[in-house]
């Protein structure tokens, strides 16, 4: 599955801060069809984060659960929204996402790598 | 949290190969503190994968579960056996490691983004 893919050394994925965050709130963003907005505690801070899986979940599935997510990339706006991370999911070659939900012990702000 | 880290493009993310891996089998290396060698099952390939979390978890807290790994990096001898990927970990600034465990239901193999 990696063939062709070029490899890297460990210390060049270890410059994105992944984190765990708590999502206090998910609501869909009105006129779009994936995008749901999620205001997310990562313990020192909250932050507001765009995903484009609204056409697969809903707000109750993402409410009041822990995920992983990356924090140190270009905000970016979506439907006049701004973005400030990104929350990680699996996919499978179909285009179904998987939720990963981090196990609730785990405190908001954890450092994953 | 973020403050001083650099910011990224997440196409600058995507290019690391993260995908749901089954630990078929977990053995402590022995003379080594911390090492544990991992059998990982990625649907369409086998790896073997290193981990320095022997220190703080068992074969048996391993062994029949999914997590997340990163597949794409340089290959690494450690106690001289070769580690072609990176088990994905929470931890806390006292070290504390903490697993994240996958849902079972996500097919091993399946890309992580």
Redesign the interface.
């Known amino acids: 599955?990696?063939m062709g893919?070029?490899?890297?050394?460990?210390e060049d994925?270890w410059?994105?801060?992944?984190?765990?965050g708590f999502v206090k709130e998910a609501e869909k963003i009105k006129r779009t069809r994936k995008l749901i907005k999620l205001i997310v505690d990562?313990?020192?801070?909250e932050r507001t984060i765009i995903s484009g899986i609204a056409d697969q979940y809903n707000e109750e599935e993402l409410k009041g659960k822990k995920f992983?997510f990356?924090?140190?990339?270009?905000?970016?706006k979506l439907s006049g929204v701004e973005s400030r991370g990104?929350l990680?999911?699996?996919?499978?070659?179909e285009g179904k996402v998987?939720?990963?939900?981090?196990?609730d012990?785990?405190?908001a702000?954890?450092?994953?790598?």
Chains 1, 2 share one sequence.
């Open positions: 599955m990696v893919m070029e490899l890297y050394d460990v994925f410059k994105f801060d992944l984190r765990v990562f313990g020192k801070e992983i990356v924090l140190n990339l270009k905000p970016k990104m990680i999911v699996g996919e499978n070659e998987y939720l990963i939900p981090v196990p012990e785990i405190p702000g954890t450092k994953v790598w």
